[in-house]
T-cell receptor
Framework: GAGVSQTPSNKVTEKGKYVELRCDPI?????LYWYRQSLGQGPEFLIYFQGTGAADDSGLPNDRFFAVRPEGSVSTLKIQRTERGDSAVYLCASSLNSGRGLETQYFGPGTRLLVL | AQKVTQAQTEISVVEKEDVTLDCVYE???????LFWYKQPPSGELVFLIR??????QNEISGRYSWNFQKSTSSFNFTITASQVVDSAVYFC??????????FGKGTRLSVIA
């Protein structure tokens, strides 16, 4: 079946603007995760959804970052007042159940965000 | 806190050579899982293996093999007879039921024809 999809694949914005990044998980997967990957680094956890609710948002760097998953499927990561330091690849992953770090997570291709 | 260390930043080998990628982890959890992912130039993380903390048997899948040793907190990955298509960044990761997945910084493998 289809894997995790993310749109857009690339996003260029100006400092101070608002952006939305979308993730469509594997059908039937109840858990959804957002990560941020900076150049030369491994992915860093941002937020984890179990169904519609955010079960762990401890990785969000500040209150400019917010994510929703209103119907328990598609998720949107929202960044307000973007800063140049927000430039990174934003990865989305999903897993079948809600085992957090115990389950295999399947990743999407990522959205490359560049803030000018 | 959970931590994963991949000390090798970059490795370069000639095709058909064997190569081992090192992974050392730290955790206080007794139940945890270890993972390896491959990130080719296209950017998408591809799942390779998942191993639980109670299973120390080594695993082989084709040219890939994994050596899990709890005594040294290591989960090393060996590619036998490397090929150009193996060129990628490889990430080791650690997860548990209480914490999110934690990744190492990755090892960039270049296989030269």
């Amino acid at each position: 079946g289809a894997g995790v999809s993310q749109t857009p694949s690339n996003k260029v914005t100006e400092k101070g603007k608002y952006v939305e990044l979308r993730c469509d998980p594997i059908s039937g997967h109840t858990a959804l995760y957002w990560y941020r990957q900076s150049l030369g680094q491994g992915p860093e956890f941002l937020i984890y959804f179990q169904g519609t609710g955010a079960a762990d948002d401890s990785g969000l760097p500040n209150d400019r970052f917010f994510a929703v998953r209103p119907e328990g499927s598609v998720s949107t990561l929202k960044i307000q007042r973007t800063e140049r330091g927000d430039s990174a690849v934003y990865l989305c992953a999903s897993s079948l159940n809600s085992g957090r770090g115990l389950e295999t997570q399947y990743f999407g291709p990522g959205t490359r965000l560049l803030v000018l | 806190a959970q931590k994963v260390t991949q000390a090798q930043t970059e490795i370069s080998v000639v095709e058909k050579e064997d190569v081992t990628l090192d992974c050392v982890y730290e955790t206080r959890d007794t139940t945890y899982y270890l993972f390896w992912y491959k990130q080719p130039p296209s950017g998408e993380l591809v799942f390779l293996i998942r191993r639980n903390s109670f299973d120390e048997q080594n695993e082989i899948s084709g040219r890939y093999s994994w050596n899990f040793q709890k005594s040294t907190s290591s989960f090393n990955f060996t590619i036998t007879a490397s090929q150009v298509v193996d060129s990628a960044v490889y990430f080791c990761a650690l997860g548990s039921g209480n914490t999110p997945l934690v990744f190492g910084k990755g090892t960039r493998l270049s296989v030269i024809a």
